[in-house]
């Protein structure tokens, strides 16, 4: 479907021609209209999907028309800094996609008079306090911060209109539900929400069923289906190895923009490292790195020639990397929908990509989920380097023991000596039979008196 075909202003069918878009998205077919008549909407839609301009433009149109007004009958708007309140909140679970969300609003609404900020964790108060002072239409917000800056008096929501819950299941896995909680208590009960995430788990599904009125579901494709253009497969592979064959793959590719995921912050550092240590040119990004670091890093993705970007999965979620070609999962994630969160990064807006997993022995059971919540067989690949490392026999020098030991182990017959090989604990019978017949049952050396006898009659203190 043609944009021009959605109900929407002129001036957000200018910003859509400028983005490049000819058709509207699946999402954006079905959500569009309905925002635009002032429903609520649950939205269940894969990463990459158009998501954010199917609540973006809409959100524009009502707030620059004056259109929701009408429909929800929201009070005058008061005249405080710059004659504007914040009439639309737009919450999300990082930095990284509230930063996205606040670009992307930027994009849509050039041509409208609407004004918007975004503020986050991690970075000092001030400019996002300042920008609030100048007055906004829309606020991006991070719960924290947000609730951080309301209870300092600088961000009032009374006069909120729309209220937009952008990626909700992630926001309840970072354990955002009693901020949340508190931020909905706050915003007028006569406004329009929407409420977006990439799963649809029960604890959603009850919270819509709280916060949003008789909402329409908008369903573009399958729970935590994979996107259809991206080339999946796995390597078995053991830990010691993955350096070895990340590193191949990466060689391997032509241009390649690769996005690799590790569990955890130490392990991206790690990761990172090695590659560097390889000589490929590689960045780690993670919670623990500051906002301005992570902007940086961010930025050197996206321009020409980027390192490797080993991230966790803070990273993973909406962040709109453009030409990602390879996501590899260094290590599989536990909760098998974030597997369709991460791999999601690739195959963006229509383009192809490979997403690429590693999983060792006891990363086998994730596997098996993810490949049950897909529904997907992922293709097993074998690396041509490590099964060729593994089919050439190591060294003598380590197969073998030294000339000496095997001298002493091997028996004139040519067999090796009892004493040479594994010894099993004797049980308590055996023991005692042993010291019946006077032999040592313990394998313990012979005291010195023994040793002393035995010498005087020449022969050896073992034998005695
Ligand atoms: P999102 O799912 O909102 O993160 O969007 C993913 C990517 O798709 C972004 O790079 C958007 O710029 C792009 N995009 C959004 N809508 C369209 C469209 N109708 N046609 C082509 N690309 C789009």
Same mark, same amino acid.
């Given at each position: ?249 990466? &060689? ?9 995921? #590790?569990?955890?912050? =130490?392990?991206?550092?790690? /990761? *990172? @490292? +090695? ?90 059971? &994730? ?9 997907? #067989?992922?293709?097993? =690949?074998?690396?041509?380097? /490590? *099964? @060729? +490392? ?75």
């Amino acid at each position: 479907m043609k944009f021009e075909d959605l109900s929407l202003h002129k001036n957000l069918l200018r910003s859509v021609q400028d983005a490049g878009y000819e058709v509207a998205t699946a999402i954006q077919e079905e959500t569009i209209p309905c925002v635009l008549k002032g429903r609520d909407v649950v939205g269940c839609a894969q990463t990459g999907t158009g998501k954010t301009a199917a609540f973006a433009l809409p959100l524009l149109q009502l707030l620059s028309t004056n259109e929701h007004r009408k429909t929800t009958g929201a009070d005058q708007r008061r005249k405080r800094s710059g004659n504007r309140v914040i009439r639309a909140l737009l919450l999300t679970p990082t930095r990284e996609l509230a930063a996205q969300i606040c670009d992307a609003l930027y994009k849509y609404g050039k041509y409208t008079e609407l004004r918007h900020t975004v503020v986050y964790g991690g970075v000092k108060q001030h400019s996002q306090v300042s920008a609030l002072k100048r007055g906004v239409d829309i606020l991006v917000a991070t719960p924290g911060r947000l609730l951080d800056l309301m209870g300092q008096r600088h961000i009032d929501l009374r006069q909120i209109e729309l209220l937009v819950l952008d990626e909700a299941d992630q926001m309840l896995d970072m354990g955002f539900i009693d901020d949340l909680r508190r931020i909905v208590q706050t915003v007028p009960a006569n406004r329009q929400t929407l409420m977006f995430s990439a799963t649809m788990p029960p604890e959603i599904r009850k919270l819509s069923q709280q916060w949003l009125k008789r909402p329409v579901e908008v369903n573009v494709s399958p729970v935590a289906s994979t996107p259809a253009r991206v080339t999946q497969s796995v390597y078995y592979v053991e830990p010691s190895d993955k350096p070895t064959l990340l590193a191949e793959i990466i &060689r391997s590719a032509k241009d390649p923009k690769t996005l690799v995921f #590790s569990r955890t912050r =130490r392990g991206a550092d790690k /990761i *990172a @490292k +090695r590659l560097e240590r390889d000589g490929i040119p590689a960045v780690s990004i993670h919670g623990e790195k500051s906002q301005s670091k992570r902007q940086a890093t961010i930025r050197r993705f996206e321009k020409k020639n980027p390192p490797v970007l080993v991230a966790t999965d803070v990273a993973s979620r909406g962040l709109d990397f453009s030409g990602v070609s390879h996501v590899i999962n260094y290590d599989l994630p536990e909760v098998p929908e974030i597997y369709v969160h991460r791999i999601g990064r690739t195959a963006r807006a229509g383009e192809p990509g490979e997403a690429v997993s590693f999983c060792s022995g006891d990363e086998r059971h &994730r596997l098996r989920l993810i490949q049950r919540l897909t529904g997907d #067989s992922i293709p097993i =690949r074998e690396s041509a380097m /490590i *099964a @060729k +490392r593994k089919n050439t026999p190591k060294p003598d020098v380590q197969l073998q023991p030294t000339e000496e030991k095997k001298d002493d182990q091997k028996r004139d017959d040519g067999k090796v000596s009892r004493a040479s090989r594994p010894r099993f604990k004797q049980s308590g019978r055996r023991k005692a039979k042993a010291k019946r017949k006077g032999g040592s049952s313990s394998g313990k050396k012979p005291g010195r008196l023994k040793k002393f006898k035995a010498s005087r009659k020449g022969t050896s203190g073992a034998k005695a």
